[in-house]
């Protein structure tokens, strides 16, 4: 079977031939490697492909894109590259549309439908393993916290196959937080069910009310901790904290240990000085690699309330 790097390749040549554009060393090695599709959109990495000129320069903008588009099958309709992440305080992508105008993505991911703005927002396709062992999570007649909620990456899998009672889903950029109100209802969410609460969720986040809560925010989500602890009844809960660890300087089960530690001594601080807290490592979850030596991971806790 001829892959879509191929099928371009061929294409490519053909349409330098018919625009009399000699294809070269420098073109054959401009044709991307390595590319993500969401729903009919073929995201491509900025400066690493079609950096030379000549592409649009001999051959028509709009017939040079489709042309890309084709190589990858029927379905591709539109076209952006992917930039770095911009350094503010929503780690907004920087995308540019080469072929379509709407920016607004559409995909299904283990039975749940996920809308977003690749101008605004970013869909990491690197967490899929993640958001599928949380839609495999039983929580029937629970109330969860879902800090750093985004588009919905936990939000939605709770909701549609773990089939929490409640979600109260606290993200502070309004551009996230209009593609997850558009999800819930895409993926016919009743209202009832949960609450979107915008802002800081220091300030957002509800207190004693959780019977869960998901800290989904890498490197580190300990800014989160103390308010996660807040979060949950007084009798205790469960907490999936994410974050990164240096293999380099700690194994796994001791990221863990110290995770299980602070939360333990945080949960005691922030219910009440009477009560004490047992809390046991469930689970911990390695969901992906995250640099050279780092690894993130997920460790669940269930935390119980000890009678003294």
């Known amino acids: 079977m001829t892959s879509p790097r191929a099928k371009l390749t061929n294409r490519l040549q053909t349409l330098c031939t018919e625009h009399d554009l000699t294809w070269d060393e420098q073109l054959a090695n401009d044709i991307p490697r390595k590319w993500r599709i969401h729903g009919d959109m073929l995201l491509l990495p900025s400066s690493r492909c079609f950096v030379d000129p000549r592409w649009t320069t001999h051959i028509p903008s709009d017939l040079f894109w489709t042309t890309v588009a084709q190589a990858f099958g029927s379905s591709i309709k539109r076209i952006a590259f992917e930039g770095a992440i911009k350094n503010d305080d929503f780690r907004s992508p920087t995308t540019r549309l080469v ?23 970013m869909f990491c396709a690197g967490n899929n393993t993640e958001r599928m062992r949380m839609g495999r999570v039983t929580c029937v007649n629970e109330t969860i916290v879902d800090l750093y909620a985004g588009i919905g990456y936990f939000t ?68 989160s901790w103390s308010i996660a602890c807040r979060a ?20 796994h089960e001791q990221w863990s240990e110290n995770v299980r530690q602070r939360i333990r001594t945080l949960m005691k601080e922030v219910h009440s000085d009477d009560d004490d807290y047992q809390c046991d490592i469930e689970h911990i979850e390695c969901v992906k690699p995250y640099g050279p030596r780092l690894d ?13």
């Open 99 to 121: 072929l379509g105008s709407d920016p607004w993505v559409h995909l299904v991911e283990n039975g749940v439908k996920f809308s977003y703005n690749v101008d605004k927002s």
């Open 156 to 223: 939605l899998p709770f909701l549609v196959h773990g089939h929490a009672r409640y979600v109260y889903a606290c993200e502070w950029n309004p551009d996230s937080l209009e593609a997850l109100r558009r999800n819930l209802e895409a993926n016919h969410i009743d209202q009832d069910r949960y609450t979107l609460l915008l802002g800081d969720n220091q300030k957002t986040c509800p207190v004693g009310v959780a019977d869960r809560c998901n800290l989904g925010l890498i490197p580190s989500s300990e800014a």
């Open 296 to 308: 993130h991971l997920v460790v669940d806790l269930l935390l119980t309330r000890i009678d003294c």
């Open 232 to 251: 949950l009844r007084r009798e205790g809960g469960r907490l999936h904290v994410h974050g990164v660890a240096n293999t380099k300087e700690e194994t």
